[in-house]
């Protein structure tokens, strides 16, 4: 079975705060995806990556950054939390080709006081 | 822009069937995926069509026209445990995925 591993389901980070939010895959996927999911809207692409050291902007990447050093991990920096970057976190990754599914982590809900 | 329409919320009984259905744009369009979400939880894989007709897998079918922009899935023989949200994507001509904002399923029993 396919593993994505969060490194934190729960997180509180203060308004300016960095903050790091760590993915990992078992699969040696090439696709890796952060998303975020609000209530009522459909989930937003942050960032994605289709290789180690590449990386493309998503929907909504302003006031985040990624990094991906290793094809394995994928991770997501908040460089100055704010309050409206409270929401879940989900990170997900698949294989190249146009059927291929995503595999999620089971997310990390940051809140941002 | 691209924009995905799902009901908000459904309510059905145990055992019964029900029919979630999925509306797309259909410039470029490169498939549609169904994943479900238990509250709380990850989302999972369900289905994927990218031709016309009907996949069925157990008690789960999802259907595709592309000429209508129209997708849904149906759920059969309904089980307590399949109460979550049911989340419909379209991969669009970017090969970037398009997310409806999920159809919450209830099931009464």
């Known amino acids: 079975d396919v593993k994505v591993t969060q490194s934190s389901r729960y997180l509180v980070k203060r308004t300016g705060e960095k903050v790091f939010l760590e993915c990992v895959q078992d699969?040696?996927?090439?696709?890796m995806f952060w998303y975020r999911q609000d209530p009522g809207l459909g989930l937003r692409l942050i960032y994605f990556?289709?290789?180690?050291?590449?990386?493309e902007k998503g929907d909504i990447p302003e006031g985040y950054s990624v990094s991906r050093e290793k094809k394995e991990r994928f991770s997501l920096i908040l460089e100055s939390a704010s309050t409206n970057q409270t929401s879940m976190y989900l990170c997900?990754?698949?294989?190249?080709?146009?059927?291929?599914?995503?595999?999620f982590g089971n997310g990390t809900r940051l809140t941002v006081t | 822009g691209q924009n995905i329409d799902q009901p908000t919320e459904m309510t059905a009984t145990e055992g019964a069937i029900v029919q979630i259905n999925c509306t797309y744009q259909?410039?470029?369009?490169?498939?549609l995926f169904w994943y479900q979400q238990h509250a709380g939880e990850a989302p999972t894989f369900l289905s994927y069509?990218?031709l016309d007709g009907l996949e069925e897998k157990g008690r789960f079918s999802s259907f595709l026209s592309r000429s209508k922009g129209y997708s849904y899935l149906l759920l059969k023989e309904l089980q307590m445990k399949d109460s979550a949200s049911y989340l419909c994507?379209?991969?669009?001509?970017?090969?970037?995925?398009?997310w409806g904002a999920g159809t919450k399923l209830i099931i009464k029993p």
């Open positions: 699969m040696d996927h090439e696709n």
């Open positions: 069509n990218v």
């Open positions: 997900a990754s698949s294989y190249r080709g146009e059927s291929s599914p995503l595999h």
């Open positions: 994507a379209e991969k669009d001509s970017n090969y970037q995925l398009i």
């Open positions: 990556s289709y290789d180690v050291k590449m990386k």
């Open positions: 259909t410039s470029g369009f490169n498939g």
